[in-house]
């Protein structure tokens, strides 16, 4: 390895990456929360629990940069850099543990009784000492790129989202944490002095960014309690700790009261108050869904352990040779990742939501460090042969580029487009001043926050997240935005927000109250603007709940479908709809995001071209149905649409 590479591996490393990254970056919004967050960061909203204050307000420094793209590419972009950053801590810790592994377990570098010194000489955590140091740093080169093709952490750099930062300051947590156990205090008053302190501050401003961060504390306690046992004076540096940590903590969080007084245009929970502030930073509105009950965690440990050949492709056989390698290194390293591991793991899988993959990210980080010393072990074995540095660093890099290979169909963004266009599209096709009512919040309503509060792209369509609508501070957002909204429905909302209170405050409540004032509500959002603006229903709100019985129209109304959207109306006539000459660029790795959008559309076109048959337009019909073939090549048309042309 040449003086060039050996000074700035890290440096080049991260460059590489982040040259990988950028040809996967997402050109615009995409599913779930991207378009919200972007909101959040470009307008100094308030994100959805847990708020993510730090996330916010460093997103909007950057978002203020004049940089020449697009806004939202270039808070795509900020996501791309946490990645890359976050793989250069990653090996900088890494080649700090191959530095440090006598440190962890001293006691076994020691003579036994009973042993010669050549039994001695062959243990593995001396051994690992007589290693070259370009073998050390390319150990912790090879690790670096099995995180970096992580699935789950490759697709966290492709667009905004708070797991990029996340990333970046859990692995500044833990590099300080192993830096801290390794440090020699000569006195109480070092400790001040210590990387302790650093950690404290990190640690705090990890927790204004992702709660999540608590997965970490149980492996931080086996490491301090392992160095300065129960007793008085390790309490009392964990109060010392603890003077850094809350400061920094309460200063940051205080940014979602303050900017709540203030009426942001994304004010997600109100926290302008004591009440609303607990309720929104303990992420209150999502603890139905943890800890649910043990057939839902069973689900997510399958899910955990059947997606792991996905995440990590053969890299896992280094992951495992590095588990076996590491504990005979070192136990105590090994037991602080196990420990890490297991929190994590256990954790998620309690855990009731689809999109769970983010929440295993420090799982897989604490799989990475193993394979770095899976990769020591497989540099090791084959040293005695000839060519055997060579033909061991090729094996270990052809594992590496089958998994890069495999990883990048998944994780590659860079043409889509298909939520952009979805909601640009379905925003268009609705009349001046409409309401929408949906809760397909990953597919369109998250993105649309985006366009209309930062591109302004129709700001007039007022669309309702219905679920969103079982929560009492939604109605101030709603009241923020489009104030003549609920205006002929005061009676109604009031009632909803009075029976829900309790509900949110953990006090006495009837359910079945509770769901008929928000029936009231949804009927009420009808009935009060039918006759002044259009109304439009999403096709899932028809599906599911409609169809069921367990949301009705005023008396007297009925739907069409409407390119997108059905269309109340109060006729049994024919309703005309706008010609389907939206654009829509489908990537070419379609996900399950990407098939929901497509068979939404492809359904709703299908069912406006059996409505203009029931009244004869075959004509009208052909234009819906040629829309699908060019359109959606991969949507199976109803048998009786397929035969028309």
Known sequence: MNKFLKKHYIKVSVLLIFIIYLFTLAPSVVEIDSGELAT?????????????????????????????FTKIYQLNLLAAVWCSLSIGIFIYTSKFLLDNIPLFNPASNKKKPGKSKKNNAENPVTKIQDYPEHKKILAALLGGLVLAFNKTFWFQSTSVEVYSLHIFLILLVILFLLKSFLYVENTDKSFLKSPWIIFSILLALSFTNHMTTILILPGTAYLFFSKYKFNKSSFKKLGLMLLFFFPVLMIIYSYLPLRASQNPLLNWGDPVNFENFIRHISGKQYLVWLFASAR???KQLLYFINELPVEFSASLFIILIGIFNIYKISKKLFIFLLITFLSTVLYSINYDINDIDSYFLLAYITLSFFAVFGILKLLKELKHRKYSYKISVVFIVLIIGSHFYVTLQEANKKDNYVFEDYTKALLSSTSVNSVVISYQWDYFISASYYFQLVEKLRKDVKIVDKELLRRSWYYNQLNVDH??????????????IARVKPFERDEKYNPAVIENAYQAVLTGLVSTNIDSIDVYIAPELFENEMQKGEFRLPTGYTIVPDIFLFKVVKTTDYVPAAKPEFKLRLPAYKDKYVKFIENTIGNMLARRALYELRFNKTGRAKLYIKKIRESLPDYLLPENLGNIF
């Open 483 to 496: 104030p003549d909204l609920l205006a002929g429905m005061k009676q109604q909302v009031n009632n909803f």
């Open 40 to 68: 959040v960061q470009a307008t100094l909203g308030i994100a959805h629990p847990t708020g993510y204050p730090l996330f916010t307000l460093i997103g909007h420094l950057f978002y203020l940069l004049p940089l020449p």
């Open 296 to 298: 839902a965690a069973k």
